[in-house]
């Protein structure tokens, strides 16, 4: 599941007719670490926000877009400090509770991240992308019926929310409705052909219905935008494997272990590669350390 993470980069909410120096100073600093933040320099970026802080304790927004460049650099504790300081400072601040929803679920502590969804329910009432999240959160606490809702409410509001659509289908991806699932992935793709997690998931399913040269395009598609995906390398492994690209499909498929070591199905694949290559003994070998990983894991 892919969750969709919304940076809020905020303009100044202080206003100049404060009259002091030192908030003035703060807010000029703001900009600039907007500007590197922007610009994906978030080292840079903390630094012109910690200049902010230093000059305007108080300032809320350079806590939360602090946040925002800790989360980038996965410091994903020194985020949480600053939004809790940013929610500290102003209680109404709606989108540092989105915000430290998302740290929440970065972190794996969906039972918080549905919290703080939750207060902020009227205020983002109207918006695509909040029901989505609510939606990723559902997901991760085996709420399914109720993640579908929020998907379709993120639909109802905007029809072209190809993230929506997305991880709608991948519920049914779940459940092996592969039909309905195949359906939601075209949409998310024809709406953002850069939906990676859509084209993944559309090329497993055309791989499982034997399309294997139509799903070698999107799955490539997938890798070019995310190359070291563990598992989008280890579905094009088992693509090339299919349509007699062996050596190619060893080296795909090693480089995914390499990621992520304790995948069961890319071990599982490099026992097809051996069997392809008439190697039993080394196919029974990976499939053993397959099994030992996932004892549930299918086996042909």
């Known amino acids: 599941m892919k969750n969709k993470s919304i940076l809020f980069i905020l303009s100044c909410l202080i206003f100049f007719s404060c009259g002091a120096d030192k908030k003035e100073e703060a807010i000029k600093f703001f900009q600039r670490g907007n500007y590197k ?36 650099l996965d410091k994903l504790d020194e985020a949480l400090v600053d939004l809790d300081k940013a929610i500290e400072l102003d209680k109404k601040y709606w989108e540092a509770y989105y915000n430290r929803s998302e740290i929440f679920f970065q972190k794996g502590d969906f039972q918080n991240s549905l919290v703080d969804l939750e207060k902020i329910a009227v205020p ?12 990723n959160v559902k997901v991760q606490l085996n709420n399914s019926s109720g993640a579908t809702a929020d998907y379709e409410k993120a639909l109802r509001i905007n029809p072209k929310n190809a993230e929506a659509y997305s991880n709608h289908g991948f519920i049914y991806f779940e459940n092996k409705q592969y039909d309905l699932a195949k359906k939601d992935f075209q949409k998310a793709i024809a709406i953002n052909p850069k939906q990676d997690f859509a084209l993944n998931n559309l090329a497993f399913i055309l791989s499982e219905e034997q399309k294997f040269q139509e799903a070698k395009v999107f799955s490539e598609q997938a890798i070019a935008i995310k190359p070291t995906d563990a598992i989008y390398l280890n579905n094009y492994g088992y693509i090339l494997l299919q349509i007699g690209k062996l050596e190619q499909a060893k080296e795909t498929l090693e480089r995914s272990l390499r990621i992520n070591p304790q995948n069961a199905y890319t071990l599982r694949n490099l026992g097809y590669y051996f069997r392809k290559i008439g190697k039993e003994a080394e196919a029974q070998a990976k499939f053993t350390e397959a099994k030992k990983l996932d004892n549930s894991i299918e086996i042909k």
């Open 124 to 135: 983002f009432k109207d918006s695509s992308f909040y029901f989505v999240s609510l939606g």
């Open 37 to 72: 933040l922007k610009d994906k320099e978030y080292q840079e970026a903390i630094h012109w926000f910690d200049e902010a802080i230093i000059q305007n304790p108080d300032f809320a927004d350079a806590f939360n877009n602090r946040a925002l460049a800790y989360q980038k």
